[in-house]
């Protein structure tokens, strides 16, 4: 069973960062996409970073340039630096990945679905 969690959420300061970590486990290793998305009440949900095993990284223009995101395939780790935290940023960050038996390569990750996915975790920024 495929089982992916994050962690490193809380309450910031406007202006400071977090880094937030998601663990998989039971998820079978291949070249696949993964990607962070959030989502706040009233609104739809965002992808904001999105990285393929072809080195290929994504990001929305709302956190390009504060947001980074890297994987670690030895953990089975995502994580998501987020840096200049603004109030705008405040959400639930949900991690997903993708049926590796879906990769046709990196260009084609924006346009395949997401099967697997987080609990989500809240990120609040205090001005």
């Known amino acids: 069973q495929v089982r992916l969690m994050e962690s490193g959420g809380g309450s910031v300061q406007s202006g400071g960062s977090l880094r937030l970590s998601c663990t998989m486990t039971?998820?079978?290793?291949?070249?696949?996409?993964m990607a962070w998305f959030r989502q706040t009440p009233g609104k739809e949900r965002e992808r904001v970073a999105m990285?393929?095993?072809?080195?290929?990284?994504s990001y929305s223009e709302s956190v390009k340039g504060r947001f980074h995101i890297s994987r670690d395939n030895d953990k089975n780790t995502l994580y998501l630096q987020m840096n200049r935290l603004a109030s705008e940023d405040a959400a639930a960050y949900y991690c997903?990945?993708?049926?590796?038996?879906?990769?046709?390569?990196?260009?084609?990750?924006?346009?395949?679905?997401?099967?697997?996915w987080g609990q989500g975790i809240q990120v609040a920024v205090s001005t």
């Open positions: 039971g998820y079978p290793y291949k070249q696949s996409c």
């Open positions: 997903a990945a993708q049926d590796p038996d879906t990769y046709r390569g990196g260009l084609n990750c924006p346009s395949t679905p997401f099967t697997y």
């Open positions: 990285i393929d095993t072809d080195g290929n990284l």
